[in-house]
Nanobody
């Protein structure tokens, strides 16, 4: 089994910054990315690793958010700068089992609230 534990969320003023962390334990996994879900909306991709060291970002966060990982610590990060009220959501990390059947796992979510 895999356990993903997110931290770093909170309340911040517009224009501020937060760094989310996702620590993994259990079987070997590959971090896939960060998603978010705002009230009344579907979960959406925020940032992802696309293979070969490349990354992909939602248009709404490009230039403001940065995804990274520390393999030695088995932890993934999301640095969020210049936060806007519309970034308010629950943020989830996602990972996949490294070997077949490549099961996907989700963290419990961490709330990010940006006040305007």
């Amino acid at each position: 089994q895999v356990q993903l534990v997110e931290s770093g969320g909170g309340l911040v003023q517009a224009g501020g910054s937060l760094r989310l962390s996702c620590a993994a334990s259990g079987i070997s996994i590959n971090f896939m990315g960060w998603y978010r879900q705002a009230p009344g909306k579907q979960r959406e991709l925020v940032a992802a690793f696309t293979g070969g060291g490349s990354t992909n970002y939602a248009d709404s966060v490009k230039g403001r958010f940065t995804i990274s990982r520390d393999n030695a610590k088995n932890t993934m990060y999301l640095q969020m700068n210049s936060l806007k009220a519309e970034d308010t959501a629950v943020y989830y990390c996602n990972a996949a089992q490294r070997n077949y059947p490549y099961t996907r796992y989700w963290g419990q979510g961490t709330q990010v609230t940006v006040s305007s």
